[in-house]
């Protein structure tokens, strides 16, 4: 069987709804709110029914959004 490799969310490059839910402190329901309503803005990788969050992209599509 193949071991886990143990990488922290910081260096992840894409994090799951949970993961970015506990990340940036935002709720999982405002996160999904915020990534279908943004599914063009280039942070959202979709796979399936599994939806992935580019978390540098992120963190700037969160910075322009508190700079508003």
């Known amino acids: 069987m193949a071991e886990e490799i143990g990488i922290s969310?910081?260096?992840?490059?894409c994090l799951t709804i949970e993961?970015?839910?506990r990340y940036?402190?935002?709720g999982e329901k405002k996160l999904?709110?915020?990534?279908?309503?943004?599914?063009d803005?280039?942070?959202v990788?979709?796979?399936g029914v599994k939806i992935?969050?580019?978390?540098?992209?992120?963190?700037q599509f969160l910075d322009k959004l508190s700079s508003i």
Do not use: P, Y
Not at 9 to 13: G, M
């Open 19 to 21: 993961e970015a839910s």
């Open 52 to 59: 992935l969050i580019k978390r540098q992209r992120f963190e």
């Open 9 to 13: 969310v910081k260096d992840k490059f």
């Open 45 to 47: 990788i979709q796979n």
């Open 24 to 26: 940036f402190g935002i």
């Open 32 to 39: 999904r709110r915020l990534v279908n309503s943004n599914l």
């Open 41 to 43: 803005a280039g942070f």
